[in-house]
């Protein structure tokens, strides 16, 4: 068994994370909790739909309060990013930004949802022909070629990193990076091109990618652009677990009403699991995947 | 009808593909790639649903890299529809399944 093993890790520290870690820990279970607060939709949201507080509350505050909380029964934070996930042996292993594994029995995923196009000209035209929304699938089909990556986070930095086993340039472009200083090092002792305080204005090609313009007038020549907003979703961590998105629009998870996906031990709560989009459902769902995946631990452990 | 996609390569291509007797969708996938797995489940259930009509295939590019080259093809997962040995559309990405039903039924 790996040292620190916990019964329920959490990728989110939005509503249906912190809910999840709070009915999970007060049932005595071993819990960590990834994500950054500021990348929940709730931060920059003021509430006033949400069951029993009347007044106007600040949903930056709701996070803060949601931690503590959580904290209070021993639940532990980590502010960063998760860039890989793997389940083998009946456990998740979590790979973090910093370079970090964790391995856990259970695996609550409340990663919310996030936009994940630029919205340039150009973008939509020219999918698949040069623009790249993955890293991951398609790095090798530009061995030797000059490539872009943009993004601000974990995601387009560690994809950049990836992308110099294939490509034979690679710039990161973006606006300012907001990433953990173990990732920024790496950043910086590779050969990746970075390119900060500025954004794609547009991409241009005949047929394929030929340029990207830039909002600072620099043109970049490159054969593909890889855009990779934010950090990793539900399509690069879930997936790739097994887990079963929903036929109709294929970027949610399916789950039932305990919260369970199809991959036993692995739960979904929150913007994550489909719409409405609100706070009331996160963390009901959260709710009831803490208390589902603390059980499973348990019985899991037990055995 | 629900036989299964059906898996073809690099050698089988032609063959089962472009000489086919019935337009054919075939899904360019690898086992790497999140977003080919989500599409999966999608392409079974189409072929349930018109496998009578229709060929569902899938090529992994991992195996089978000229056949991906000949198409131009850079990002996975691609769908690509043929008829009569030509590409009649092409889908990139992980789409929602009216999406991908409405290509199909183009070939109907
Ligand atoms: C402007 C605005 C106004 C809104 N107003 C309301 C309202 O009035 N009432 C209401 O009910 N709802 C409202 N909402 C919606 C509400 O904010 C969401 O429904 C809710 O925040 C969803 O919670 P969640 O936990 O599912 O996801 P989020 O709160 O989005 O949290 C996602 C978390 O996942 C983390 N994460 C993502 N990827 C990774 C990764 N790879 N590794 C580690 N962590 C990761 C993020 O850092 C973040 O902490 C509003 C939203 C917005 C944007």
Redesign the pocket.
Known sequence: MPKDLYDVAI???????LQAAIHSASKKAKVIV????R????Y??H????CCSEKLIS?KEMLEAGRKQAESFDAVFLE????ETKNENKLFSLFTESGETFTSRTLIL?????RKKLRVKGEKRLVGRGVSYCVDCDANFYRGLDVAVVGNE?AATTGAITLLSYAKTVYLICRKLMITDTLYEQLRNSQVKVIQGTWVKEIIGTNDVERVLLKNGETLKVNGIFVEL????ALE?AANLGAIFDAETVSFIETNRKQETNIPGLYA????TGQP??????VGE?CVAGIEAAEYAKKLADS | MGQGVLDVDDNSFESEILKADKPALVDFWAPWCGPCKAIAPVMKELEEAYGDSIVFARCNVDNSPNTPTQYSIRAIPTLILFQDGKVVDQIVGAVPKSHLEGLVKKAL
Not at chain 1, 110 to 114: E, L, Q, Y
Not at chain 1, 230 to 233: D, I, L, R, S
Not at chain 1, 277 to 282: D, H, R, V
């Open positions: 990728i989110g520290c939005g509503p249906g994370g990834f994500g950054k607060p990348n929940s939709s709730l920059k949201a509430i006033a739909n949400f949903g960063e990013d998760i860039i409340s990663m919310g949802v996030a974990s934010g950090a990793k979703g961590l709560a929150g913007d994550i989009w609100q706070i009331a459902k996160a959260g």
